[in-house]
T-cell receptor, first 111, second 118 residues
Framework: GQNIDQPTEMTATEGAIVQINCTYQ??????LFWYQQHAGEAPTFLSY????GLEEKGRFSSFLSRSKGYSYLLLKELQMKDSASYLC????????????FGTGTLLAVQP | ETGVTQSPTHLIKTRGQQVTLRCSSQ?????VSWYQQALGQGPQFIFQ???????GRGNFPPRFSGLQFPNYSSELNVNALELDDSALYLC?????????????????FGEGSRLTVL
């Protein structure tokens, strides 16, 4: 079966660092994506990992371990505007570009 | 460069009715996929269209159908609406593989069409 797990909710303080974990069990694997989704808006692309290791992009970093079926998204210097849902998604190994999404982690950044 | 656009943004239907949702893909993107996102959940893959053909389908019944047109725009049709069909319907487009530059195959999502079935 296909299963992607991430925490439902997290709370963090402005200026701090937060790590959002994601574990996955899928029949195929062709990359892992993180998307940010503000309430009532479209998901927007944050990061992509297909090889093991860390990808850094400004205040956001994403890590992948394929052998462990594990990824995390690291957000540094948190800002109030980072309050949003963060979606972990795996692209399966088939012919399509299909993404299998987790339920999302709702991050609340507090002053 | 115009992004992915969807219409209508909001609509209300009653059980048993039919609905058509529309999507214009981002310029240069030839693949369109549709996702259903229920409240508090992640998006669920409905199907994908490439070169006007469906080339992948998720676990949705046949009353969910679609089309892709020569200009790569797309429609999602849902017949015999049920209460559980109430959700945000997201359209996403992606560029051709090997289209140059760093192509992760990421999906570019529209703002969605929020459907309420009463």
């Amino acid at each position: 079966g296909q299963n992607i797990d991430q925490p439902t909710e997290m709370t963090a303080t402005e200026g701090a660092i937060v790590q959002i974990n994601c574990t996955y069990q899928t029949s195929g694997f062709n990359g892992l994506f993180w998307y940010q989704q503000h309430a009532g808006e479209a998901p927007t692309f944050l990061s992509y990992n297909v090889l093991d290791g860390l990808e850094e992009k400004g205040r956001f970093s994403s890590f992948l371990s394929r052998s462990k079926g594990y990824s995390y998204l690291l957000l540094k210097e948190l800002q109030m505007k980072d309050s949003a849902s963060y979606l972990c998604a795996v692209r399966d190994g088939g012919a399509t570009n299909k993404l299998i999404f987790g339920t999302g982690t709702l991050l609340a950044v507090q002053p | 460069e115009t992004g992915v656009t969807q219409s209508p943004t909001h609509l209300i239907k009653t059980r048993g009715q039919q609905v058509t949702l529309r999507c214009s893909s981002q310029s240069g993107h030839n693949t369109v996929s549709w996702y259903q996102q229920a409240l508090g959940q992640g998006p669920q893959f409905i199907f994908q269209y490439y070169r006007e053909e469906e080339n992948g389908r998720g676990n949705f019944p046949p009353r969910f159908s679609g089309l892709q047109f020569p200009n790569y725009s797309s429609e999602l049709n849902v017949n015999a609406l049920e209460l559980d069909d109430s959700a945000l319907y997201l359209c996403a487009s992606s560029p051709p593989r090997g289209s140059g530059g760093v192509n992760t195959g990421e999906l570019f999502f529209g703002e969605g069409s929020r459907l309420t079935v009463l």
